[in-house]
């Protein structure tokens, strides 16, 4: 009896112990989400969270309203992207009526002091006071409205669960700490203060940081990071040393609507060799000049506020250049052959519509004067250069034409980045008309006269006849008599009689027109062009 009770005793501890081990303990779900989720998505998200790049439907409804209304939506914009807000490099991004206030919370302190779960709520908007997705941003004033507008958008509305635990898995172990990238020193308080960076990469290690540039950045970049011009024109050395706060976000999670797309996966020690390596300027310049788009410049060189070259159509002084156009046209002053005077202008007389040409000979800069001195002679700082705001109303070539005749102050009008395009077209786009026919000046300027001969001089006709078959007959016409051009010429006869004018026009467009931007034409197929259409019978008057 006693042996039978100690049998029961044990089967019914063997037992129970059994059911507990078959037991499956059910893990958090937050836990389970938190781990599934993408922090490389995350970082992607935190640019731009309805980017393609993202996943983001493409088709929500909410589309246009992100996009008309973007910095509302971009988590960057009120946080940084060096994630401390208004006590970083944001201090002095002050808002408008395109963009809100941005906040003080710092992310480092969140990602430091807040649990997942924490972060995810405060995302989707639980238990915290959000905007809704449907409010009307257009009312939004910094000065007068700004209360809703600032307030973060209610993401519950419009992201999955899966993609908010993107985002908080990105600023938990995606983002990067930037103190510890760099130095900054911030001065005064938000939306005022001042940001500079310094001692980029801290103690990270130079030589590691080329080798990773060379092996990842570099085939598109350039060796010396000067390829590809980024946001203001600036190289990838410029961009890291002025940007520091952004660079590193854009290196880890690339650019997005660009072929740099996408998660580096940088350590913080990848990052501060990387950075350490940006800092020395010597291996990684910020000249411009090497990043300058001749063809742009070419386009300037004819009329700078076309629209075609990308200038500003709300610029406020657009009726002054329209109005006295020939003031500021640098064709005008200097011929579209660049020989001012001396060249195929030395009888454009001036008139109160137009100025003297200048007896500068570009082709003279062009063998002689390096970038830089090209680009300080445009931009007009310390040279004797009319402002902007003269009244070119009072012109007279008889009476009044010393103000007028000047070089306008370019430094006053155009950035940085568009006076390099016009430097480096200058010194490498401008072709030497002497290579392509022969002219003959007689007589001083403005009462001398040119005439053009053996167009196209050694060059190729046949050559010339299949480049036009291929790039100018399908609106011109096979004999170039489809399309009249000014004075009522045709392709043909505009080639002979203003040789000067035409090389220009079929290299950089006809601005207004379908024939605009440039036709990456070398100087041998300018020539062959030019021998094909000399021929009259095949390009008649």
Not at 138 to 154: I, L, R, T
Not at 211 to 223: E, I, K, L, Q, R
Not at 430 to 456: C, H, K, M, R, W
Not at 493 to 504: D, G, I, L, P, T
Request: aromatic share 12%.
């Amino acid at each position: 009896m006693r042996k039978l009770s100690f049998l029961l005793l044990v089967s019914v501890v063997v037992a129970f112990t059994s059911c507990k081990k078959t037991e499956t303990p059910t893990d958090d779900p937050n836990d389970v989400a938190y781990a599934a989720a993408d922090a490389a998505k995350g970082g992607i998200m935190y640019d731009k969270f309805w980017a393609t790049e993202s996943g983001f439907d493409q088709n929500d409804a909410n589309l246009a309203t992100f996009n008309d209304h973007s910095n509302f939506f971009r988590c960057k914009q009120c946080h940084g992207w060096d994630g401390l807000g208004n006590k970083g490099a944001y201090i002095n991004r002050k808002p408008k009526t395109t963009r809100p206030n941005v906040t003080a919370f710092d992310m480092m302190e969140v990602r430091q002091n807040d649990a997942p779960i924490d972060i995810f709520n405060a995302i989707k908007g639980i238990g915290g006071d959000r905007r809704d997705i449907s409010y009307d941003l257009s009312a939004y004033d910094p000065a007068s409205n700004n209360a809703d507008g600032d307030m973060m958008p209610d993401f519950g509305q419009i992201l999955t669960d899966a993609q908010i635990w993107d985002l908080v898995k990105f600023i938990k172990e995606g983002m990067f700490d930037v103190a510890e990238l760099y130095d900054a020193t911030y001065e005064g308080t938000y939306p005022t203060g001042s940001v500079t960076f310094s001692n980029l990469g801290l103690d990270g290690n130079a030589a590691n940081g080329k080798t990773f540039y060379a092996a990842n950045c570099a085939v598109c970049h350039g060796a010396d990071g000067t390829t590809l011009a980024l946001e203001d024109d600036k190289t990838v050395g410029s961009f890291a040393r002025t940007k520091a706060n952004e660079a590193q976000h854009k290196v880890h999670y690339g650019q997005l609507g660009t072929a740099m797309t996408g998660q580096f996966d940088l350590s913080v020690s990848d990052m501060k060799d990387l950075y350490k390596a940006l800092s020395n300027e010597t291996d990684f310049p910020n000249n411009p000049a090497n990043i300058a788009d001749g063809a742009l410049g070419g386009i300037m060189y004819d009329k700078f506020w076309a629209a075609e070259s990308g200038f500003d159509q709300n610029d406020a002084n657009m009726a002054t250049f329209d109005n006295y156009s020939n003031f500021f046209r640098c064709k005008q002053c200097h011929g579209w052959d660049g020989l001012g005077r001396n060249g195929a202008y030395i009888n454009r007389a001036p008139k109160t519509s137009r100025p003297n040409v200048s007896a500068v000979d570009m082709m003279e800069v062009q063998a002689n004067d390096d970038l830089q001195e090209i680009f300080d002679a445009i931009k007009g700082e310390g040279f004797d250069r009319r402002d902007i705001s003269y009244d070119l109303a009072s012109y007279d070539p008889e009476t009044n034409s010393t103000d007028g005749d000047r070089m306008p102050y370019f430094g006053q009008i155009l950035t940085d980045a568009q006076i390099w395009n016009l430097a480096k077209f200058i010194k490498e786009g401008l072709f030497d008309v002497s290579q392509l026919y022969d002219a003959t000046y007689e007589g001083t300027y403005p009462t001398g006269t040119v005439s053009f001969a053996n167009i196209g001089l050694d060059g190729d006709a046949a050559a010339g006849d299949a480049y036009y078959a291929a790039n100018c007959a399908q609106c011109h016409g096979a004999d170039g008599m489809t399309l009249e051009l000014e004075g009522g010429r045709h392709v043909g006869s505009f080639a002979r009689q203003k040789a000067n004018e035409a090389q220009h026009k079929i290299h950089y467009g006809q601005l207004g027109s379908l024939m605009a931007g440039d036709f990456d034409i070398t100087l041998t197929g300018m020539k062959d062009l030019y021998k094909a259409l000399d021929d009259a019978a095949n390009y008649p008057d």
